[in-house]
Antibody, heavy 120, light 112 residues
Framework: QVQLQESGPGLVKPSETLSLTCTVS??????????WTWVRQPPGKGLEWIGY???????SYNPSLKSRVTISVDTSKNQFSLKLNSVTAADTAVYYC????????????WGQGTLVTVSS | DIVMTQSPDSLAVSLGERATINCKSS????????????LVWYQQKAGQPPKVLIY???TRESGVPDRFSGSGSGTDFTLTISSLQAEDVAVYYC?????????FGQGTKLEI
């Protein structure tokens, strides 16, 4: 059974960098069949795709966030990570990691999500 | 970007009755090369991550009750719950995976 688990600070100061890691179990990020993605959801609002990464390191980002986002993969630890810099209160959200079925595919499964609050 | 618009924003349905949620995309999500609609439906219960119900617009995910069905093609899609159960209370989202950036509908809150 594939499981994903997000980890990282729950509180980030404005203008600083949000950093999260997703640990994958039950599958390998190097499997080659999937892309590994980040999605966020502001409290009480809808879902926004942030970007994804392939095990080779190839990435694709949402243009709305592209200038501030970096997604990386660590195949030795079976993890992938998200960095979002210059954060503001608008970046307060539950951040989910998920497995994406191909370069054009749906997201399944998802991690449980982690709330990141941007506040001084 | 492809804009996904769901209707209604919220819906109240009695137990055992039919619920219908619509999703419209700003451009077609049908790939002519394989005749597949790149559209997925998710269910999100309170405090939980989204869960896949339907992909390719009409293929039910394994383990999803058959009261859930998806239909439509091109730009207009529908999620139908044939006989609403108490456990179906949730927010439902459609999402296109036809092109980057992936985009979601705003969600439809389903209540009893």
């Amino acid at each position: 059974q594939v499981q994903l688990q997000e980890s990282g600070p729950g509180l980030v100061k404005p203008s600083e960098t949000l950093s999260l890691t997703c640990t994958v179990s039950g599958d390998s990020v190097s499997s080659g069949s999937y892309y590994w993605t980040w999605v966020r959801q502001p409290p009480g609002k809808g879902l926004e795709w942030i970007g994804y990464i392939y095990y080779s390191g190839s990435t694709s980002y949402n243009p709305s966030l592209k200038s501030r986002v970096t997604i990386s993969v660590d195949t030795s630890k079976n993890q992938f990570s998200l960095k979002l810099n210059s954060v503001t209160a608008a970046d307060t959200a539950v951040y989910y990691c998920a497995r994406c079925r191909g370069s054009l595919g749906w997201f399944d499964p998802w991690g449980q999500g982690t709330l990141v609050t941007v506040s001084s | 970007d492809i804009v996904m618009t769901q209707s209604p924003d919220s819906l109240a349905v009695s137990l055992g009755e039919r619920a219908t949620i619509n999703c419209k995309s700003s451009q077609s999500v049908l790939y002519s090369s394989n005749n597949k609609n790149y559209l997925v439906w998710y269910q999100q219960k309170a405090g939980q991550p989204p869960k896949v119900l339907i992909y390719w617009a009409s293929t039910r995910e394994s383990g999803v009750p058959d009261r859930f069905s998806g239909s439509g093609s091109g730009t207009d899609f529908t999620l139908t719950i044939s006989s609403l159960q108490a456990e179906d209370v949730a927010v439902y989202y459609c999402q296109q995976y036809y092109s980057i950036p992936y985009t979601f509908g705003q969600g439809t809150k389903l209540e009893i």
